[in-house]
């Protein structure tokens, strides 16, 4: 797979965060692909998944499918 430089990355922290820290923030700037980071570690890695796994998990989210934190 070939490497994706994410240096000039727009990342877009999501509406639901609070003030607690527990973020992560996704990059949507990428057609077919989102990568995923944790907003407290800024220059740290990030993960990049298919749009449609994105999706998936989010849908999982947004229905309980993984209970609450």
């Known amino acids: 797979m070939t ?3 994410l240096a000039d990355a ?3 922290k999501s509406r639901h965060s609070g003030n607690g820290g527990n973020c992560v923030e996704i990059a949507p700037d990428f057609p077919g692909l989102v990568p995923v980071r944790d907003s407290k570690d800024p220059e740290g890695p990030a993960l990049v998944f ?3 796994a994105w ?7 947004q ?3 993984f209970g609450t934190i």
Do not use: K, L
Request: proline share 11%.
């Open 3 to 5: 490497p994706i430089n």
């Open 10 to 12: 727009r990342w877009v």
């Open 50 to 52: 298919p749009a449609s």
């Open 55 to 61: 999706r998936a998990f989010v849908a999982g989210v």
């Open 63 to 65: 229905s309980g499918e």
